[in-house]
């Protein structure tokens, strides 16, 4: 399976089968996560993945009604932005390479971190949110409510969300047909409670993308969930990008950015290597 498909078809997983990791599919993904521990800004997340056993106490879980978790991945970030945006980002392509292997995911950002004391929390770091994994079992009616309510399978349109740097209007995948897959990867990826926070002005002459975060929800931002989604978005728009051959650099654009609306955050900017199509 290519990246695009592999996009497509994911989906969070909230009802697991309590099998364990098959030990291939464990020790193919540890080595990956070994392998891509190095984020933006070269910041480095050492991610683990840690098996609960069946004796121990269930970790709890405030909302989404998982059932039949026992084996998670998480680290902990720095207590600021950009490193939340590199959790969010280094841990979104653990969850593109699981569904590789056929290994289901869900994201969770409300849970209690002391149930971890595998992971030893220094101070001035958090772990901002976790990955449960497994293998998935039929949908419960519990999971297909909670899908129902946050309208899981929908997502905004791209003139919501992709705008033309220099007119401020949306933009068309037809306007961009080499960065249109890239894009429409972005728009499909997870985000807390299915918020989408992300814009992104295309500036053609540069040939850059810039990132910006909206506020959708307050709590969640307060709890940097925001920050995951936008390093969420940026690993899907850097993993299309790169397997249909368009490389780039992330960097952080010096010079504000002018005629962006005052309730949009700054996050990174895409400069594209090479413009094809
Ligand atoms: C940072 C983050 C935190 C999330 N936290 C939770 C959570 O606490 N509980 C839950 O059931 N789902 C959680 N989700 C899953 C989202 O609700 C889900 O990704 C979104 O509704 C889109 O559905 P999909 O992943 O099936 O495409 C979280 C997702 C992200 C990206």
Redesign the pocket.
Known sequence: MDIIEIIKN?????TFTSEELNKNDKAELEKYIKENALGLKKESIPFKIIEKEDKDIPLK??????QGHKTYVLGSSLSNSDSRINY?YLM?KIVLKASEFNISS??????DPNYFKEINIKKGYEI??ILILGYAEKQSVGERL??MT????KRNDWETMFFDLNTKSPLDPKQIPAYADALEMLR???????TQPWKVFYDKEAREFHFFKKIINKR?NEMG?HE??MG?AMAHFELTSTYKGLSGTWHKQEKKINGIPDDLHYIWTWKCAAMQG
Do not use: H, Q, T
């Open positions: 994911r989906r969070s997983c909230r879980i405030n909302y989404g009604m998982i969010g979104e869900c994201w969770v950002g409300y849970f901002p949110s909670v899908r946050i309208k899981a399978n499909l990826s997870p985000s807390s409670g299915n969640y969930l995951i989604d969420i």
